[in-house]
Every structure is written in C-alpha cells, then in structure tokens.
C-alpha cells in the first residue's frame, strides 16, 4: 500500500493478557517509529528504529513493552501482562531515513487499544 | 517534563478568517519543527515544517513561522476552511535524538461556516 498500515484498528482484552501491534510501514522507508496517545494527551515516543542499528527503546515506559522489526520492515510491538493504564492509541511512523535529514514522519491511522 | 507546549487546547474561527495556532518550546536543541493535522481516528498527517536556520516556510494556505529567541512557532491558515477543523499538533526534533520527535499536546481548531 500507499501509506503506513496498522493492524488491528482496534483491540480490546482484559487486564494481565498479552497484545501484539503490528505495523507495516511505507515501501522503502528505513526509520520506523512507536508512538502512543493516551486519552487527551500528545504523542509520547516509545521506541525508533533505523536501519540495522540498535534501536532507540528510550521511550518504553516498562519492561512489559518490547518491539521487534524483521527484515527491516514490518515491525511488531508487544505488551506483556497489559495494565489499565495501557489504554490508549499506538501510533507508527516511518520515514526514508537517515538520522538528521529534515524528514516529516508519516503515520498510519493507530491501533486504539482498551484493557478492561 | 513538557518541552513542547501548545497552551490553547481550542480554537475557534469564522470560514474564511486566519487561524493563528501557537506552539512553545524549552529545549534550545531542538533544530527542526513541525505541524500535523489529525482527525478522529486517523493518524496525524504531515502538514508544514521548518528548519531552525529558517524564520518563515508557507505552502499555499499555511505558514509557519519560528520565533528562535522566544522558543516560539505558530502556524497560520489563511483563509480558514470548515475542512480545517481538527486537532493541530506542533512538534519538534532534537538532531541528535536520532530524529525522534517531541509532541505537544494538540489545539483543537474549529472553524465555522
């Protein structure tokens, strides 16, 4: 596709079970980003990949959250033993890359999770 | 700590008027800002951006401008559209963040007919 694709859209699961995000981003494109909104709130970042170097996981609120991208492309983010307070939108970005180069990151439509 | 900080969380026009949305920041290492357009259940699209080095970029009806030593950027829409209407988020970069980008936390914009 055109654009940055999110899956699922929306997700709901109760309280302790584990949820995987997925996130297929632009064709070419070699930076991909995890951003989430909680209700109200701004983007907070979670986590930025770049090519095949170490990623950025700075922004992972706990280690309950992890991500992975294989191949380069696709990237995954998980959260373990979900919390209330992990209701929220998940948002992935990407951009063709290159850390530094004026580039706007373009974002796929998020996947709105809610924990019971 | 907020470093992006867009102290209107509303705004309302008439069609055909300016909008003038504001965005501050703390961080003097932020070199790159930018505007997105977000609208419910959608992802922020990317509207207008500007580098440190500049004070002014314009793309048709939006401009952006940066104020560096007040650590200030605003965007105008002028003339404002009904279609205009959605949350505007400022953002900002840090280049040796590795090209993450810090949010601030929106301005609903909503313009009348």
């Known amino acids: 596709g055109a654009g940055v694709s999110q899956s699922p859209s929306n997700k709901v699961t109760e309280k302790g079970k584990d949820v995987e995000l997925r996130c297929d981003p632009i064709?070419?494109?070699?930076?991909l980003y995890w951003y989430r909104q909680s209700l109200g709130q701004g983007l907070e970042f979670l986590i930025y990949?770049?090519?095949?170097?170490?990623?950025?996981k700075s922004g992972l609120p706990s280690d309950r959250f992890s991500a992975e991208r294989t191949g380069g492309s696709v990237s995954t983010l998980t959260i373990q033993r979900t919390q209330q307070e992990d209701s929220a939108v998940y948002l992935c970005?990407?951009?063709?890359?290159?850390?530094?180069?004026?580039?706007?990151?373009?974002f796929g439509d998020g996947t709105r999770l809610s924990i019971l | 700590d907020q470093q992006v900080k867009q102290n209107s969380p509303s705004l309302s026009v008439q069609e055909g008027r300016i909008s003038i949305l504001n965005c501050d920041y703390t961080?003097?290492?932020?070199?790159?800002f930018l505007w997105y357009k977000k609208y419910p259940a959608e992802g922020p699209t990317f509207l207008i951006s500007?580098?440190?080095?500049?004070d002014k970029n314009e793309d048709g009806r939006f401009t952006v401008f940066l104020n560096k030593s007040a650590k200030h950027l605003s965007l105008h829409i002028v003339p404002s559209q009904p279609g205009d209407s959605a949350v505007y988020f400022c953002?900002?970069?840090?280049?040796?963040?590795?090209?993450?980008?810090?949010f601030g936390e929106g301005t609903q914009l909503t313009v009348n007919p």
């Open positions: 970005a990407s951009t063709r890359g290159g850390q530094g180069l004026n580039q706007p990151q373009h």
């Open positions: 064709s070419g494109h070699t930076a």
């Open positions: 990949f770049q090519g095949n170097s170490a990623p950025d």
């Open positions: 961080n003097s290492m932020f070199d790159y």
């Open positions: 500007i580098s440190s080095i500049k």
């Open positions: 953002a900002a970069r840090r280049k040796t963040s590795g090209s993450r980008l810090t």
